[in-house]
């Protein structure tokens, strides 16, 4: 009797080759199961069963991750306000947790003896897949083809060129990862230091040359709203803002970051709708949030997103962190102006009864409401008291 194998199936090269391979190199029964986080359209999802029974599964499964991956992660990605590196909003390292999650879950469900995924051995998705297969299901056996052949992709198209598979191979030599927080591109370019993405390896082109106004509504930290459209869940938000965002190329960048192996990694990725949102978001904050809040949130988020890159969502720090993040959005709550302009955006300015800028109490560089000249004198020689006693002593101690 075959034993059964849980593949983690996306219907691209490394996928593609994984499905072949195990079924016929090894013999195994493949269930291959494709978690959707927001990147895929029904017909797309047709057509990635359609090849995965091709390439010989015995069965094809999709879970459709999309609002849970939200409510589980994006949300606090959100709330937090992370860019890794100050560049790169975890477009796919966020998704792969769900989705590892959710095979784990699944082979769970079905009693498979092994898990299978397409990772090579240079990245951090190994290093996510295994680690959380571990976790969630100690018991069931890892498989990675990709990794233990050391496959270059050149060598997995000329396999499957040689097992009768007939996909677009020149795009397959681009690997890219769409889900609802935006879309990884790799490829030869980025095995490098200097070269960029030619425009045809990027998933959307440009077609967009007309500025732009949004108006964005912001409810406790989640994007509920564009113009006067109001949407049911912040998913649906999100993609209708990535469907006017993304033609303008806002988003396009290339991130370089330490791996969890320890090696410096290069992607290019386009995530219009997350940039959008977390500049927006964080200009609201920045509004309506004290010093102090805003503060240990950056400290927080920072430890939160890189965390989360590394895969340790499992880890229960990050349910504490989460809490502190929610309890911060009580007040996130407004408009925010935006303006779109090809291959950028500027946030305008916003709208919030929350708002701390009141000019009740007072404007910046102008007149105050609240107190007198000779308020600030007294406060100004308290503030810097100790530090003032400080280079009194000490300037003292030198001269003696």
């Not at 797309?44 to 069965?59: N, Q």
């Not at 998705?125 to 680690?131: E, G, K, L, N, P």
């Not at 912001?218 to 994007?223: A, R, S």
């Not at 590394?310 to 809490?323: K, L, S, Y």
């Amino acid at each position: 009797m075959k034993k059964k194998v849980v593949l983690a199936y996306s219907g691209g090269l490394d996928t593609s080759f994984c499905c072949i391979y195990l079924t016929q190199d090894l013999g195994y029964e493949v269930h291959s199961v494709i978690v959707n986080t927001g990147g895929f359209s029904d017909e797309e999802l047709k057509g990635v069963e359609e090849r995965a029974y091709k390439m010989g599964v015995t069965s094809h499964h999709v879970v459709d991750e999309t609002k849970n991956f939200y409510n589980t992660c994006v949300r606090f990605l959100i709330y937090g306000n992370v860019l890794k590196n100050n560049t790169y909003p975890l477009s796919v390292s966020a998704e792969r947790v769900s989705q590892a999650t959710a095979i784990a879950n699944y082979a769970k469900e079905i009693g498979a003896e092994y898990v299978a995924h397409g990772s090579t051995g240079a990245g951090n998705d190994q290093v996510r897949f295994d680690m959380i297969f571990n976790i969630l299901v100690p018991e069931v056996q890892i498989i990675t083809p990709i990794r233990d052949l050391k496959l270059s992709r050149e060598e997995e198209i000329e396999y499957l060129k040689k097992h009768g598979v007939d996909m677009n191979f020149e795009k397959a030599k681009y690997s890219i990862n769409k889900g609802i927080w935006g879309t990884s591109v790799g490829g030869k370019e980025t095995l490098t230091s200097n070269l960029g993405l030619p425009e045809e390896a990027w998933p959307t082109q440009v077609t967009e040359s007309e500025v732009r106004n949004l108006e964005l509504s912001f409810e406790k930290g989640e994007l509920v709203g564009i113009d006067n459209q109001k949407f049911d869940h912040p998913t649906k938000a999100i993609q209708a803002l990535q469907a006017i965002a993304q033609p303008y190329g806002i988003g396009r960048d290339i991130h370089v970051g330490d791996t969890i192996i320890g090696i410096k990694g290069r992607v290019g990725f386009e995530a219009a709708a997350p940039m959008v949102i977390i500049k927006a978001h964080h200009t609201l904050e920045k509004h309506v949030l004290t010093k102090w809040q805003l503060t240990w949130k950056d400290q927080l988020s920072a430890f939160y997103g890189n965390w989360l890159h590394e895969g340790q969502f499992h880890d229960p720090i990050m349910r504490n962190m989460e809490a502190f993040l929610s309890d911060t959005q009580q007040n996130v709550s407004g408009k925010v102006f935006v303006q779109l302009h090809p291959y950028r955006f500027q946030v305008i300015g916003i709208e919030s009864e929350h708002d701390l800028m009141s000019n009740k109490f007072g404007s910046y560089g102008e007149m105050n409401n609240s107190w007198s000249g000779e308020d600030v004198k007294g406060f100004s020689k308290i503030f810097g008291n100790q530090v003032m006693i400080y280079h009194k002593v000490n300037n003292q101690s030198q001269n003696d």
